[in-house]
């Protein structure tokens, strides 16, 4: 990385720039339209309402009757996390077998992958890509079990076609932005030459697995307040499907505490691997969980008079 001359440095920074330009585009338009929908609610039309607010404060206007064709289950986040496991787990192990068992990268697969982020140079260490995998690997087994044996999804919760095809995109692009500028997955390279490990990974390796981790175990446990609400504590069985104040752990500090570990769990993924592509990806959750939390919080206290007062929608004291 930044070893080049400036003629190459210039060259990969175009193809950059051009690879994931509709990524940044796409992270502006998520966070332009959430301030719009936020203070103007009012003056948007009903499609782009409905395409952005779904499940409890999802939009109920007039204009929501004729939108009802183009919506879908949201149980139907379990294909998301059913995908990503199956996707991640493959990559990791296609990864291993590349690195460690001399497997040889498919030309069809580095084909892919230059087509999609147009990168001819490797720009994180093995270490790194495989780590990071690795992490995000548990955390998509993880949220797969949490959406089909955990938690309660209301029969009438419905989001708009456009998050169910997004939902799938994203967990795609996550793994190939992973992947995607890897030694020998991009372009052909010596292995004699591939970089296997660097001083940033080996450094922060411990504490941004540390910090992930405990990201990731408090997304479950905060998860597990959240379905415990429908449940009855002693049997287990759901008996509601009514949204209530969720209550302890991190819920005493804001109304997310599940996004707000979204977040910090894609900010260690980010300095494992830190690439303009993937920074896009990082700024489009970052928009989203954002946006997400904040129309959540305003729900929240709109909808319960005893709600607290102290709670912030996702950074504790802060936002």
């Given amino acids: 990385m930044g070893r080049g001359s400036g003629e190459e440095h210039g060259g990969e920074e175009k193809g950059m720039q051009k690879s994931i330009g509709s990524s940044d585009a796409e992270a502006i338009t998520v966070a332009l339209t959430g301030f719009v929908i936020k203070n103007y609610e009012k003056h948007v039309p009903a499609f782009i309402l409905k395409g952005f607010k779904y499940?409890?404060?999802?939009?109920?206007?007039?204009?929501?009757?004729?939108?009802r064709v183009i919506e879908v289950s949201k149980a139907r986040y379990r294909h998301f996390y059913a995908?990503?496991?199956?996707?991640?787990?493959?990559?990791?192990?296609?990864?291993?077998?590349?690195?460690?068992y001399e497997f040889?990268?498919?030309?069809?697969?580095?084909?892919?992958?230059?087509?999609l982020l147009e990168?001819?140079?490797?720009?994180?260490?093995?270490?790194a890509v495989l780590l990071a995998l690795s992490l995000l690997m548990v955390q998509c087994f993880r949220r797969c079990y949490e959406t089909y044996y955990l938690q309660v999804f209301a029969r009438t919760s419905t989001m708009n076609l456009s998050h169910y095809i997004a939902?799938?995109?994203?967990?795609?692009?996550?793994?190939?932005?992973?992947?995607?500028q890897a030694p020998l997955f991009c372009d052909n390279?010596?292995?004699?030459?591939?970089?296997?490990?660097d001083i940033k990974t080996l450094t922060l390796s411990i504490?941004?697995?540390?910090?992930?981790?405990?990201?990731?175990?408090?997304?479950?446990?905060?998860?597990?307040?959240?379905?415990?609400?429908?449940?009855?504590?002693?049997?287990?069985?759901?008996?509601?499907?009514?949204?209530?104040?969720?209550?302890?752990?991190?819920?005493?500090?804001?109304?997310?505490p599940h996004r707000l570990c979204e977040v910090i769990m894609y900010v260690m993924l980010l300095i494992l691997v830190p690439t303009r592509t993937f920074f896009c990806i990082f700024l489009w959750v970052i928009c989203n969980q954002v946006q997400t939390a904040l129309h959540a919080h305003e729900w929240y206290k709109k909808t319960f008079m005893d709600y607290p007062t102290d709670r912030n929608a996702i950074i504790p004291q802060i936002y």
Avoid at 83 to 100: E, G, I, M, P
């Fill in 55 to 67: 499940g409890a404060f999802a939009y109920q206007g007039s204009g929501a009757v004729y939108l």
């Fill in 119 to 127: 990168q001819d140079k490797p720009a994180v260490s093995v270490a």
């Fill in 167 to 180: 939902g799938l995109v994203h967990y795609f692009a996550v793994v190939v932005a992973v992947i995607g």
């Fill in 83 to 100: 995908f990503s496991s199956v996707f991640s787990a493959l990559t990791l192990v296609y990864a291993l077998l590349v690195y460690f």
């Fill in 189 to 197: 390279q010596n292995r004699k030459k591939i970089l296997w490990h």
């Fill in 207 to 256: 504490p941004v697995t540390i910090i992930f981790l405990w990201a990731w175990y408090e997304q479950y446990k905060s998860n597990v307040v959240l379905a415990n609400l429908r449940k009855d504590q002693k049997s287990g069985m759901v008996v509601t499907e009514k949204h209530c104040v969720p209550r302890g752990r991190l819920f005493k500090y804001v109304s997310s």
């Fill in 104 to 115: 040889k990268v498919h030309k069809y697969v580095v084909l892919f992958l230059h087509f």
